[in-house]
């Protein structure tokens, strides 16, 4: 197996402070959290930005600032967030992708989200995906849904998406697919044999989705934007101590984990310089 890509999701668009008080808002704070992920053993950080009043927001100049303070400490792969928050219009969402960051995500399909609607249209999906090609950012292909495996394969074919691909399977949001193994074997055993695969398991399902990528051999989400507690109503006190429960499991099942630059060569990324 290859070594363990953790990633590390720390905000999202949806948790508030009121969820749990040790949310990274600012850019300093979202900066530090991504710091601290890293020591404790993540190579990609999964960014989303937040306004002066805590809403989620695409101002590039915000993700700017949250990424020059990241790279000022460490070599992490930095991957927008192009999802911004449901309602946004596409090019509110797409604007960050002029920073011409490492990574960033692409969601190839429509979901329900809770009382929302995640909407992505096929013209929105083909333009983001061009996009991204022309600036010459790597897709992680997020799905939410069986279906967007096929949207993305069409990418595929149409030359808007280049193959390996790498997919992220976000199971147990309200309205997408169902967090269980069964399903996510099932979106494994659907995707090109040459792809690359993480799991994003929402709220209690992260540990035991995670706890099973490790063993077939792909990789893990884990973040506060996905999962606010560590255990049955105990929130969790870091992003840090959510991936550092990961690096002990993994070790405990004989997966090494990869740093930054061994992350980038298993997804084909450029090489960088380290800290």
Known sequence: MDKLIITVALTGAETTKADNPHLPITPEE????????YQAGTAIVHLHGRDESGEATQDIEIYRRISELIRAQCDLIIQLSIGGGVGMSPQERSAPLALRPEMA?????????????????RSVIEEFAARMKDLGIKPEVEIFDLGMISNALYLVRKGLLSEPIHFDFVLGVPGGCAATVKNLLHMVETIPPNSTWQVAGIGRHQLPLAVAAIILGGHVRVGFEDNIYYTKGVLAESNAQLVER????????????????????ILGLPVKDGC
């Open 246 to 265: 990961i690096v002990r499991i993994a070790g405990e099942l004989g997966r090494e984990i990869a740093t930054p630059a061994e992350a980038r060569a």
């Open 105 to 121: 995500t692409l969601t190839t399909g429509t979901v329900n989200f809770g009382d929302g609607v995640f909407l992505n249209p």
């Open 30 to 37: 979202i900066a530090q959290a991504a710091y601290d992920a």
